[in-house]
């Protein structure tokens, strides 16, 4: 999977920087959280905040992880466009655009949402930038790591609710990094070749026939169909959040069962489109079937 096209000029260039992709799943994950810890009655003016809190963490984060990342960019084929790897921004630049904007989303949620979610957003840009990025070039455990921060959204926006982080934030914590373990295998199954080249680990190097992948895409799958119905048996979510979240953790458990049967590109791609479609479709269902009070 390759990196969208580049954009023009330094605007484009900065706004390229923030992954708008990635931080987008990141405003609808934290943002739907919100509304299931407030039990739908949410305020315009909160919940606003709260977005654009995260949107401007998520943002900062991602940008100063380009920074980190831009030498191994360089050289890998997926990711030699970035606007670091090609020129396009200056390394200062990206540092400077990074921490401006991690700093006033921080600044943003403390100030007019609360001192928890400006923190576990702090939290979740740590573990990202000083935990994960190091990690890929260390060990297959990364893909666990990498997907705490991921899954931090639910937390953010719960907190940013509640002001506390309660059990139903942490089952939905438990969803959202759960849904990203078969989508980032499948992708590091994918761009293996791309990965060995600069020494990350995200598939295990002593599994060249993706055998072992392929079992923890099964494993990690099953899980994540065995808890996503925890809202509803919680109270949180109606009969038809639960029907729907089994329809799509059976459709996620059967595309990673037919990858580990024989582990190929085509199968790991369906993995992973299917799971671009899996978060966005649960997070409708928490929407529109959050049990209201």
Same mark, same amino acid.
């Given at each position: 999977m390759s990196d969208p096209p580049p954009a023009k000029g330094k605007a484009g260039a900065l706004y390229e920087l923030t992954k708008p992709g990635i931080a987008g799943y990141v405003m609808m994950t934290a943002g739907v959280s919100y509304y299931v810890g407030a039990a739908g009655a949410v305020?315009?003016?909160?919940?606003?905040?709260?977005?654009?809190?995260? $949107?401007? /963490? =998520?943002?900062?984060?991602? +940008?100063?992880?380009?920074?980190?990342?831009?030498?191994?960019?360089?050289?890998?084929?997926r990711t030699q466009k970035r606007p670091l790897p090609s020129g396009r921004l200056q390394p200062r630049e990206a540092l400077a655009f990074g921490w401006a904007l991690l700093v006033a989303g921080l600044i943003c949620l403390g100030v007019l949402v609360g001192w928890l979610p400006s923190v576990l957003t702090a939290a979740s840009a740590a573990?990202?930038?000083?935990?994960?990025?190091?990690?890929?070039?260390?060990?297959?455990?990364a893909t666990l790591v990498g997907a705490?921060?991921?899954?931090?959204?639910?937390?953010?926006?719960?907190?940013? $609710?509640? /002001? =506390?982080?309660?059990?139903? +934030?942490?089952?939905?914590?438990?969803i959202a990094f759960l849904w990203q373990l078969p989508h980032v295998l499948a992708l590091a199954w994918i761009l293996r070749e791309d990965y060995a080249r600069v020494g990350f680990f995200l598939s295990?190097?002593?599994?060249?026939q993706g055998v072992r992948i392929g079992r923890h895409m099964v494993y990690h799958s099953l899980s994540l169909l065995m808890i996503?119905?925890?809202?509803t048996l919680l109270g949180f979510t109606g009969i038809i959040y639960l029907m729907g979240a089994l329809v799509l953790g059976v459709v996620t458990l059967g595309f990673s069962v037919s990858a580990a049967i024989e582990m190929r590109q085509n199968r790991a791609r369906r993995v992973f489109l299917w799971s671009l479609a899996y978060q966005p479709a649960l997070l409708v269902l928490l929407l529109i079937d959050t049990v209201r009070v």
């Amino acid at each position: 999977m390759s990196d969208p096209p580049p954009a023009k000029g330094k605007a484009g260039a900065l706004y390229e920087l923030t992954k708008p992709g990635i931080a987008g799943y990141v405003m609808m994950t934290a943002g739907v959280s919100y509304y299931v810890g407030a039990a739908g009655a949410v305020d315009f003016f909160p919940i606003i905040h709260t977005l654009v809190g995260v $949107a401007l /963490g =998520t943002a900062g984060a991602l +940008a100063l992880n380009q920074y980190v990342e831009r030498d191994v960019d360089a050289i890998m084929t997926r990711t030699q466009k970035r606007p670091l790897p090609s020129g396009r921004l200056q390394p200062r630049e990206a540092l400077a655009f990074g921490w401006a904007l991690l700093v006033a989303g921080l600044i943003c949620l403390g100030v007019l949402v609360g001192w928890l979610p400006s923190v576990l957003t702090a939290a979740s840009a740590a573990a990202y930038i000083l935990a994960y990025t190091p990690l890929k070039t260390r060990s297959y455990l990364a893909t666990l790591v990498g997907a705490v921060p991921g899954a931090f959204p639910a937390l953010i926006g719960w907190s940013a $609710a509640t /002001g =506390t982080v309660e059990f139903g +934030a942490v089952v939905l914590f438990c969803i959202a990094f759960l849904w990203q373990l078969p989508h980032v295998l499948a992708l590091a199954w994918i761009l293996r070749e791309d990965y060995a080249r600069v020494g990350f680990f995200l598939s295990p190097p002593t599994d060249p026939q993706g055998v072992r992948i392929g079992r923890h895409m099964v494993y990690h799958s099953l899980s994540l169909l065995m808890i996503s119905g925890l809202p509803t048996l919680l109270g949180f979510t109606g009969i038809i959040y639960l029907m729907g979240a089994l329809v799509l953790g059976v459709v996620t458990l059967g595309f990673s069962v037919s990858a580990a049967i024989e582990m190929r590109q085509n199968r790991a791609r369906r993995v992973f489109l299917w799971s671009l479609a899996y978060q966005p479709a649960l997070l409708v269902l928490l929407l529109i079937d959050t049990v209201r009070v």
